[in-house]
């Protein structure tokens, strides 16, 4: 069982660091499960995805701890956006789908 969970941890890990380094727009939103602000963006971040050609991104601060410090991540839920894989943008706290709109320009 732990052999597994490792394997879909690194499979997570490597997935999100092919996202981070992806070309073109990219939005993560650092959050934890534990966040009640950042599990009430959900219905936001759904249309958000219906409207942007952006690649969306949820990282969990608790399991991607590093990612978080690697971007200085201290509040959630926080977007940063990346372009060709460099931080352009950031936001912290709850968004209206227009604000996430407007910040991935």
Known sequence: MKKQITEEV????????????????????FSADWCGICRAME?????????SSAVYQNVNVDTEANLAKQYGVWSIPCFVVLKDGI????????????QLLELVK
């Not at 219905?43 to 409207?51: L, N």
């Not at 931080?87 to 227009?98: N, P």
Request: proline share 0%.
């Open 87 to 98: 931080q352009v943008a950031r936001q912290v706290g709850t968004q209206s789908v227009a």
């Open 43 to 51: 219905s936001t971040i759904v249309e958000f995805q219906k409207k």
């Open 10 to 29: 690194e499979q997570k890990i490597n997935d999100l660091t092919m996202t981070v380094q992806q070309t073109g727009t990219v939005l993560l939103q």
